[in-house]
């Protein structure tokens, strides 16, 4: 849970740019791929990482720019990567007006009292959680993956080194 503001930008910065890097690396050709039949596909993935289509940040009440909930993906990936980065800018804006008291109060998110700085937490969270199936289906169709925690297997093959197995 997070207790400072400061704490949250930091994060959601760091983690915001590994989705940037995964989102510059799709085509257009690549939003159709998916998992399996009646699954989303990488576009669906994708915009979902956009949208506010839970509502868990503006249900505490965080103000900022994103596209609507339930809207269809565009089928553009230079689109969805571009629209990301204005989402996440806009998020890291409206956080950096909070204090670090307004991360204390509770809300009712998904029928559970969650305090803000937790809410922000498990925001970030669901975020890292899609973006590793996002890496599946990329891999899937042929995309190289970006690392995000350390070298992807392409990241280690441009070091002149061969990916741990």
Avoid: C
């Avoid at 993906?73 to 007006?97: D, F, G, H, K, M």
């Amino acid at each position: 849970m997070f207790r400072t503001v400061k704490d949250f930008i930091e994060d959601y910065k760091d983690e915001s740019q590994g989705t940037q890097k995964l989102l510059d690396l799709l085509t257009d050709e690549s939003l159709t791929q998916a998992v399996g039949e009646g699954r989303r596909t990488i576009g669906q993935l994708a915009w979902h990482l956009i949208h506010d289509d839970t509502g868990m940040l503006r249900r505490i009440g965080l103000d900022f720019k994103a596209p609507a909930a339930k809207s269809e993906p565009p089928q553009s990936a230079a689109v969805i990567a571009a629209t990301y980065r204005e989402t996440a800018a806009s998020i890291l804006e409206a956080a950096s007006q909070w204090s670090d008291e307004k991360l204390l109060e509770s809300h009712n998110i998904f029928g559970e009292v969650w305090e803000n700085g937790l809410t922000m937490q498990l925001f970030i969270k669901h975020e890292v959680h899609h973006r590793g199936q996002l890496t599946v289906l990329m891999r899937q169709a042929g995309l190289p993956v970006a690392g995000l925690y350390g070298p992807s297997k392409e990241e280690w093959e441009q070091m002149g080194m061969t990916a741990p197995k």
